[in-house]
Each structure stands twice: as structure tokens, then as C-alpha cells.
T-cell receptor, first 112, second 115 residues
Framework: DGGITQSPKYLFRKEGQNVTLSCEQN?????MYWYRQDPGQGLRLIYY???????QKGDIAEGYSVSREKKESFPLTVTSAQKNPTAFYLC???????????FGQGTRLTVV | AQSVAQPEDQVNVAEGNPLTVKCTYS??????LFWYVQYPNRGLQFLLK??????LVKGSYGFEAEFNKSQTSFHLKKPSALVSDSALYFC?????????????FGAGTRLFVKA
């Protein structure tokens, strides 16, 4: 089955801790994206990567970090510097021309 | 600035009636436009896209959208709504960025279809 997988589905973090969200795709897509979704708001772009070993900041990158060591994987780390991390996080991938984005099922992160 | 707007937070329709969810955009060049649907606690699912060609685009689940270049709009439509169409709908546009492309999304419109 081709697709994009996010894990875990639910994640709880204590204040002051870093936490890493996983995103894996087997669609052979060059581009991968991380979005944050808050209630009543649309999707806001955190980071994106057009190619392996390269990534760019999106609109709300502060307090987050990413890596793109493999084409299939684009993990997102939510650091303790992110002041309001509780949200629904969505990963997506697309071909180089961005003709259609494929989304994972999301990770709901809650700070306790 | 390149952007996409969904002017309605919520749309209410009765089952069997036609529905329209509005979207306008502002991009340089020829736009790639998309509609996605999201069910609770799930990722987004692709419905349809416009790249070039016929202004009326047909997509999944009986949805269609009309590209109007002069009005810079890409409204989503369905002739007869179902209760199961109730969900959150996002309009999106591809924009050119350093090193490639990225997709930006509207704020979303929640559709309620009443039986």
C-alpha cells in the first residue's frame, strides 16, 4: 500500500520536554511538509522540504526543528521553546511539481 | 501577497439541496487550485484540482468546482447534498517559492448537511 504514515496518533508531553513526531512516506515524493492545525483555524505551514538534506522554514517555524536525511522520512521535533505546542499536526508529501498533496492521519499533541 | 480565502466559516444546507462552498485566491501566474475535505481527527483527503483546461472540474464523491479567472474564484459545488458530506472543506493553491513550490490553504469552511 502506498501512502504516508504519521505516528503516534496521540502524544502527551510534559512542559519543558522535547518530543519528535514521525512522518514516513512510500510514494517516492520529493517534497514533504509539516502543518499545524488549531481549532477554528486553517493549516499553518511549519517546515517543508523539497529534497533530501534540504528544508525551509514555513510561517511558524519557531520552536520546531526538522531533518530530511532520507527521502522517505521527515520527522518533526517540537522543542521546549515552542510556547503553545498543543495542536493537531499534519504531515503531507507531494511530487516535485506539487500537483497534489497526500496527507497522513495526523498526530494530536497535548502538553500536560 | 499570495493567498487563498474562504469567506464563510460555516455553510448549512438541507439534504438533497445543492451546495456551494466559496473560495477566492490571489496568486501570481497561472494557479494550481485544489479542494480537500477533512473528517474529525483525520488528515485531509483530496477532492479535486484545477491545473488547466476546462473550467469545470469534476472530482470525488460527486463534487465539482468551477474555475473563474476573472473573479479569481474556485467555488466547490455539489448538485444534491448528503448528510455524509458534513465535514471541513479546505481550498488550497500552489504557489512558487524558493527552490520549488508549496501549497497554502484557506482557513476552512465547515459544511453541515441536515437531514
Amino acid at each position: 500500500d502506498g501512502g504516508i504514515t504519521q505516528s503516534p496518533k496521540y502524544l502527551f508531553r510534559k512542559e519543558g520536554q522535547n518530543v519528535t513526531l514521525s512522518c514516513e512516506q512510500n510514494l517516492n515524493h520529493d517534497a514533504m511538509y509539516w502543518y499545524r492545525q488549531d481549532p477554528g483555524q486553517g493549516l499553518r505551514l511549519i517546515y517543508y522540504s523539497q529534497i533530501v538534506n534540504d528544508f525551509q522554514k514555513g510561517d511558524i517555524a519557531e520552536g520546531y526543528s526538522v531533518s530530511r536525511e532520507k527521502k522517505e522520512s521527515f520527522p518533526l521535533t517540537v522543542t521546549s521553546a515552542q510556547k503553545n505546542p498543543t495542536a493537531f499536526y499534519l504531515c503531507a508529501s507531494a511530487d516535485r511539481l506539487n500537483t497534489e498533496a497526500f496527507f497522513g492521519q495526523g498526530t494530536r499533541l497535548t502538553v500536560v | 501577497a499570495q493567498s487563498v480565502a474562504q469567506p464563510e466559516d460555516q455553510v448549512n444546507v438541507a439534504e438533497g439541496n445543492p451546495l456551494t462552498v466559496k473560495c477566492t485566491y490571489s496568486v501570481s501566474g497561472n494557479p494550481y487550485l485544489f479542494w480537500y475535505v477533512q473528517y474529525p481527527n483525520r488528515g485531509l483527503q483530496f477532492l479535486l484540482k484545477y491545473i488547466t483546461g476546462d473550467n469545470l472540474v469534476k472530482g470525488s464523491y460527486g463534487f465539482e468546482a468551477e474555475f473563474n479567472k476573472s473573479q479569481t474564484s474556485f467555488h466547490l459545488k455539489k448538485p444534491s447534498a448528503l448528510v455524509s458530506d458534513s465535514a471541513l472543506y479546505f481550498c488550497a493553491v500552489r504557489v512558487i517559492n524558493t527552490g520549488g513550490f508549496k501549497t497554502i490553504f484557506g482557513a476552512g469552511t465547515r459544511l453541515f448537511v441536515k437531514a
